[in-house]
């Protein structure tokens, strides 16, 4: 390889840079392939174009697997900064003035989006008839990456069930879940009578748990449980607890078809009870963002008296 040189960046080079993070993100040229929608020896092609015009090696491929090299380690972080500004740029452009456009990115955590209490629907079906030139790019995904994508800069607003509040994020409360203790109609507790079921047997039965560092209130009733198996997303930990092997915290109003249909029961309500909110969180910034700006005041159209009743 020449001596590493590089002089203006051109929108072939921003490619060439948008295919070397797909190959990283996806851990191999085959998975960037199908992710990208183009062939395998496009994605060789791009990337040895771009190894020639850095002057170095950015990764090694064979039968041992696909790895970054030192020089591809840095260079895939510079990448990510480079297309996160340019992002930041585009939005910031697109959203100056009255009417914005360009994308405005958000994710939910799962369930939220058609759970009637979030007001989904309403809050985008008004946003739209304000801002009908803005994209909207919508995913779910788990808290914590929200959490980090939100302060990163990689997303716009989110909607998560509240653990914790971090520096640098606002918070918009939406509602609060009263979560419970529930088990199939295998398990043995399904055909006891609360006051057969102890303390000591709650603690021993095997738990699904969300996987996440808890509050104060959600702490206290997890530290002397049996973690036997961890699932952030409601549909799985359903799944696993409708097996009767386990038991899991549910919110009440996920767990009410279940419980309707017989498949699962809440138990000792009285010994095993916390209270989770629902927010809305975004990054305190001085950017302006005339996209971000509207949706979240249509939030709080739909939300203007929440915050007396955030649990938190």
């Known amino acids: 390889m020449k001596k590493p040189s590089l002089g203006q960046i051109s929108d072939y080079e921003i490619k060439q840079l948008k295919v070397f993070k797909a190959v990283v993100d996806c851990g191999g040229f085959s998975a960037a392939a199908a992710e990208l929608n183009i062939s395998r020896p496009t994605v060789s092609n791009h990337i040895a174009?771009?190894?020639?015009?850095?002057?170095?090696?950015?990764?090694?491929?064979?039968?041992?697997?696909?790895?970054?090299?030192?020089?591809?380690?840095?260079?895939?972080?510079?990448?990510?900064l480079l297309l996160n500004q340019l992002d930041q740029f585009r939005s910031t452009i697109n959203n100056l003035g009255?009417?914005?456009?360009?994308?405005?990115?958000?994710?939910?955590?799962?369930?939220?989006?058609?759970d009637k209490r979030s007001k989904f629907p309403e809050i985008v079906k008004t946003f739209c008839k304000v801002a009908?030139?803005?994209?909207?790019?919508?995913?779910v995904d788990h808290m914590r990456d929200m959490e980090r994508q939100i302060l990163n800069d990689e997303l716009d607003v989110a909607f998560i069930p509240y653990h914790r509040k971090l520096d640098g994020l606002n918070y918009i409360h939406l509602f609060s879940d009263e979560n419970y203790l529930y088990c199939a109609a295998g398990h043995p507790f399904y055909g006891m009578d609360d006051q057969h079921i102890s303390q000591e047997m709650l603690?021993?039965?095997?738990?699904?748990?969300?996987?996440?560092?808890?509050?104060?209130?959600?702490?206290?009733?997890?530290s002397e449980m049996n973690l036997a198996g961890s699932s952030y997303h409601y549909e799985s930990r359903i799944a696993l607890t409708l097996s009767g092997e386990f038991v899991c915290f549910l919110p009440e109003e996920v767990a009410r078809p279940y419980v309707q249909s017989g498949q699962l029961k809440a138990i000792a309500k009285d010994k095993k009870h916390f209270t989770l909110g629902a927010a809305v969180i975004y990054k305190r910034s001085h950017k302006p963002n005339r996209a971000k700006k509207l949706?979240?005041?249509?939030?709080?159209?739909?939300?203007?008296?929440?915050?007396?009743?955030?649990?938190y």
């Open 49 to 80: 174009s771009l190894e020639s015009r850095l002057g170095m090696t950015l990764c090694k491929r064979g039968r041992s697997g696909f790895t970054l090299t030192e020089e591809g380690g840095v260079v895939y972080e510079q990448t990510n």
């Open 98 to 114: 009255d009417s914005p456009n360009g994308v405005l990115r958000i994710a939910l955590s799962d369930t939220f989006s058609t």
């Open 132 to 139: 009908p030139n803005v994209i909207l790019k919508t995913e």
């Open 203 to 222: 603690n021993r039965a095997r738990l699904i748990h969300a996987g996440l560092q808890p509050h104060e209130e959600v702490y206290q009733n997890l």
């Open 295 to 311: 949706f979240l005041g249509t939030i709080q159209q739909f939300f203007d008296d929440t915050g007396h009743q955030a649990p």
